[in-house]
């Protein structure tokens, strides 16, 4: 068996090999520098770059896995996969830890009001007279309910806080105290303090909210988009900023990446940006390679996948 890897896996390579001797792995840094003759030899394919396209995969006949080392699978071609019946895992969970990081350092950066003590300490301001809210009893709604939100739910339950979660039907999930149909959204809104965008992107979930979705928030609502910036169109979420539909927005992901000098998203002060690194992590080839071993195991065995199967009708 073949499995041919489009980017350098590091201490991970040496691991698989000894770990799965009787398999002949291959490993490039980019997929420019795969030879045609291994691409049309490949069993199995680890990837996350976007030149594994329709073309990609018609020149790769012996193909029956691809190992995706990202969450999201919405660049791959999905017909091809289906037609030609190729198996597909995900990195799914990997990011979790990470993202809830980043999540809670955005909230608690604004309910403990951390920028505007700084801009104090810079005016050599001792204003020790500031009082700041808490989380605990804030109702956090997120748009999504699997692996990472459910980390986040969880951490966001140890801090006191309510949860809600939106799912396709409603159905209960881990660390939710609340579950709701995606579609009943605009009916929950008023609940929530924050909301926090953890979806994939789908063909259901591109530009899944418009302005009427930010208009049914409240207007002291915290937004946080940590799943992907086409969850609503730049222009609507600037539009929601500006008229104070929502308190403040922070955005790690946006939908034309990257975010051009010349968005207005830069001249608002009531967003703050990160360029799309709250899923980054320096063990993040370690874990996606955990589930790709796993696996491996198994599909050696008896063909099968045992974790982070994509559903491809799903997108998922």
């Known amino acids: 068996m073949l499995v041919v890897s489009l980017m350098r896996l590091d201490d ?30 490949m069993d199995v394919l ?3 770059h976007p030149e594994v396209d329709e073309a990609f995969i018609e020149n790769a006949p012996q193909l029956k896995w691809i190992a995706w080392y990202a969450t999201g699978v919405n660049p791959l071609p999905f017909e091809i996969l289906k037609k030609r019946e190729i198996q597909l895992t995900n990195a799914g969970g990997v990011h979790a830890q990470q993202l809830t990081e980043f999540l ?54 140890t801090l006191g ?17 609340e579950t709701y ?15 926090v965008n953890l979806l994939p ?31 609503a169109k730049e222009a609507v979420i600037v539009d929601a900023l500006k008229n104070k539909m929502i308190r403040k927005a922070y955005l790690d992901v946006f939908e034309k990446e990257p975010l051009e000098s010349n968005s207005e998203l830069y001249q608002l002060d009531n967003v703050f940006l990160t360029p799309h690194i709250s899923g980054s992590h320096v063990d993040n080839k370690k874990l996606a390679t955990d589930i790709f071993s796993n696996n491996l195991k198994s599909f050696l065995n ?3 996948l045992i974790e982070n199967n994509v559903n491809i009708d799903r997108g998922y």
């Open 181 to 195: 149909a995606i579609s009943e959204r605009q009916h929950v809104y008023e609940k929530a303090d924050i909301v």
């Open 161 to 177: 806080m309510k949860t809600i979660g939106l799912n396709t039907t409603g159905h209960a999930a881990d660390h939710f105290d």
């Open 104 to 157: 809670f350092a955005y909230i608690l950066d604004d309910y403990k009001e951390l920028k505007a003590i700084y801009e104090e300490q810079q005016a050599r301001i001792y204003n020790h007279k500031r009082v700041t809210p808490s989380v605990k009893d804030q109702h956090i709604l997120f748009l999504g309910t699997g692996k990472i939100p459910q980390r986040a739910a969880q951490v966001a339950q």
């Open 46 to 48: 680890i990837s996350y």
């Open 12 to 41: 991970q390579e040496v691991k698989l090999q000894e770990a799965f001797p009787n398999v002949d792995f291959k490993f490039y840094k980019h997929p420019s520098q795969l030879p045609e003759e291994v691409q049309q030899q």
């Open 201 to 231: 992107e789908t063909v259901d979930t591109r530009y899944l909210l418009t302005a009427e979705d930010f208009k049914a928030m409240n207007q002291r609502t915290l937004f946080v988009n940590l799943g992907r910036g086409t969850i």
């Open 302 to 304: 008896n063909g099968d």
